[in-house]
């Protein structure tokens, strides 16, 4: 017996096939780091293109076109006096200001060039030329140079994301108004500045005035309002399952079901919230209070196996010492297991967030679609949120919402990219070794 | 003749449908340490985690008979499991300190059972447990470090501080020593020596040097069943029973 063993160690033959099939091997392992490292570079290229795309559109909307005016305070147009209280000034007679102003725009302007010029100027301005004077009183009887905000028209011409050597008819401005806007631009009173306006307004039908900040405190709203239904349930419901549940038929019933629910797309829970959210019970439509409800639904099961995979992944020798030093059930799972499943709990967690802050289709069910003028000061307020900006924004026919469209996309981005870094330094902060 | 502490009676163990114990009875002394030695699969863990009630967090674990601690019987529904884990500390066989500090690792037990009046009283427990498990000159200026962060002996140390520091009165030992290196397991044989004068013992261990060197009594298990039990002299001397001479002498397990 041990004689053949020798007589087979001291064949040839089989080492030699060894030493064949080990460059075989690791031929293969050569070809697979390739594969693996196109892959890797196929991934980053289409990452970066999507990206460069999407900041190259929308860069130009983080700025506006301002045109200088020389707005004359005159004390007899305004119908004020220089002893006026603050809420005379509220109401003085800005408009006529206003007029006066564009009216003298450039020189020599006949009556309808009034009216040609007028369109090329914001319908805010005369709450910018009010906005001046409220926060520097003492310009009264005086002529000040304000640049004010350009209508979108113009704001698109100059960026260039207007074309203005095509017919007359399919120009937004006609040959009379791109005099005036050579004019301005030669004078030097026409120019970008940094856009207030998109990160202070909500959404506007004019596109020079359309700004975020309503879809992005509905967002924080409805964010909040998942959080805070979904991170105490889901935990609640893990530790529950995971620790004290009886192991049995039933309870394996509703784990798998939990799985399934993550899969279920959202636009079901959509029709949920409003078959049963708004027409049962009347919650009231479009508010960040339904459709934080909606995701969270959406979002917990996320939640749940999140948590109970970390709860899973906490050694069973920490219980079984905690339930050994006499430490009853609770408090071996809250002092030793729940702590230690937190950071990847919070992760958990944060990913589902990120999941509901880009969702469209189930707030779209519930309403917050509507336009929403105004930001949204609670729970129970009309408000939109930022991927249903996106969706009223692309579908929006005038040109300037384009540019707007994609720097909604670049502030979602970067909310996401924010909450991916929280999750990571949760994690990284509440995570211990043992 | 010494007090019995934990006395057993016809205990079955079954896992499922496999039966672990047959009729095991076996009588524990007080301050006395106690090996169960028999090869792997043999069922000396599984009675010593009969003791404290450890074997109710396995689902399929059924446990019938009898044991009784101080002349109460604990296997039955209406015992308070965590009243008696209390009573019964138990050190396990990889250390398994708590992921905080030395200190809280140490005052976790009397936290939860409310022992210490203050925080006087809390850390009074915390410096006299550790130094009764010979660890406090080591870690006494890094308490607040991670338990963790010690060697293995000396974690197992920590546990076994952590264990005496709710004052119980049977210690359990599950092969304190097989992750540690030798000199780690003389300092915890060393360890268990001083501590039979307050607690009652029982270890569980692969090696009979170790058996032989640590305990008074010595319980051989094989095959789930109790072969032979008797002062630790006799069994590695000059056993009763057959198995238990072959397994002492090395022919097999």
């Known amino acids: 017996m041990l004689k053949n063993i020798e007589n087979d160690m001291s064949n040839q033959y089989s080492h030699e096939k060894i030493i064949q099939l080990r460059k075989k091997r690791s031929a293969a392992d050569r070809r697979f780091k390739t594969y693996g490292l196109i892959a890797t570079l196929m991934g980053m290229a289409i990452l970066f293109f999507l990206l460069f795309t999407i900041f190259s559109k929308g860069y130009s909307s983080f700025q506006k076109s301002v045109i200088e005016l020389e707005v004359s305070y005159d004390q007899e147009t305004l119908k004020i006096t220089s002893d006026s209280t603050y809420e005379e000034q509220v109401k003085a007679k800005f408009f006529r200001v206003k007029k006066n102003a564009i009216a003298k725009a450039l020189p020599d302007l006949s009556k309808k ?15 910018e030329i009010k906005e001046y004077f409220l926060n520097n009183p003492n310009i009264l009887n005086t002529t000040q140079k304000i640049f004010v905000t350009a209508h979108s028209d113009v704001d698109q011409l100059l960026k260039g994301n207007a074309r203005r050597n095509i017919e007359e008819k399919k120009r937004k401005l006609n040959d009379r108004q791109l005099e005036f806007f050579d004019e301005f631009v030669s004078s030097g009173r026409l120019k970008t500045k940094f856009n207030n306006f998109f990160f202070k307004n909500a959404d506007s039908r004019h596109p020079e005035l359309a700004g975020i900040a ?76 339904v459709g934080g409800t909606v995701l969270a639904l959406m979002t917990l099961p996320t939640i749940i196996i999140a948590c109970r995979a970390s709860l899973k992944a906490v050694p069973p020798s920490i219980k079984e010492g905690a339930l050994a030093m006499g430490a009853s059930k609770m408090q071996a799972v809250f002092h030793h297991q729940v702590p230690l499943a937190l950071p990847g709990t919070l992760t958990g967690t944060i990913i589902g967030l990120a999941q509901a802050l880009g969702e469209t289709a189930p707030l779209i069910m519930i309403g917050m679609i509507a336009f929403i003028p105004n930001i949204p000061t609670g729970f129970t307020e009309p408000s939109a949120a930022l991927p249903v900006q996106i969706y009223l924004w692309v579908e929006s026919s005038e040109r300037g919402f384009q540019e707007k469209t994609a720097a909604a996309i670049v502030m979602i981005l970067i909310f996401l990219f924010l909450m991916n870094a929280l999750a990571v330094f949760l994690r990284s902060k509440f995570e211990r070794k043992w | 003749m010494k007090n019995i502490k934990i006395s057993s009676k016809n ?219 008797g002062d630790t002299q006799k069994i590695f001397t000059n056993p009763d029973n057959e198995k238990t001479q072959g397994y002492i002498t090395g022919r097999f397990g």
């Open chain 1, 113 to 127: 060039d009034i009216k040609l010029i007028n369109k090329m100027f914001s319908i805010n301005v005369d709450k």
């Open chain 1, 214 to 289: 309503g879809s992005f405190v509905g967002s924080l709203f409805t964010l909040m309002t998942v959080f805070l239904l979904a991170f105490p349930i889901g935990i609640g419901a893990s530790i529950y399952l995971e620790e004290f549940a009886p192991k049995n038929k039933f309870t394996e019933l509703i784990e798998v079901n939990i799985a399934n629910l993550a899969a279920v797309p959202s636009i079901v829970f959509g029709l949920l919230g409003l078959g049963i959210l708004l027409n049962v019970f009347g919650f009231p439509r479009s508010t960040p209070l």
């Open chain 2, 11 to 229: 205990v079955n163990v079954h896992y499922g449908a496999k039966q672990a114990l047959h009729s095991v009875s076996l009588n524990i002394n007080e301050n006395e340490v106690t090996s169960l030695i028999g090869p792997s699969g043999c069922g000396k863990s599984t009675f010593l985690r009969c003791i404290n009630r450890m074997n109710d967090l396995i689902d399929i674990c059924k446990v019938d008979g009898s044991i009784t601690v101080d002349n109460e019987e604990i296997i039955s529904d209406e015992v308070d499991v965590v009243s008696l884990r209390s009573k019964i500390g138990m050190v396990f066989q990889k250390p398994n300190p708590f992921p905080k500090s030395i200190f809280d690792n140490v005052a976790y037990g009397p936290t939860i059972h409310g022992i210490a009046e203050s925080k006087t009283d809390l850390e009074e427990i915390v410096h006299s447990s550790l130094k009764r498990a010979g660890l406090l000159k080591e870690v006494k200026d890094r308490l607040h470090e991670p338990g963790t962060s010690l060697s293995g002996g000396q974690q197992q140390r920590l546990c076994i501080a952590r264990a005496i520091a709710v004052n119980p009165d049977i210690i359990l030992m599950d092969e304190p020593c097989s992750a540690l290196d030798p000199i780690a397991t003389a300092i915890i044989e060393e360890l268990i020596d001083e501590l039979k004068a307050n607690y009652t013992i029982v270890i569980v261990t692969h090696s009979m040097q170790q058996a032989a060197r640590v305990s008074q009594r010595t319980g051989f298990f094989h095959l789930g069943e109790l072969i032979e039990t």
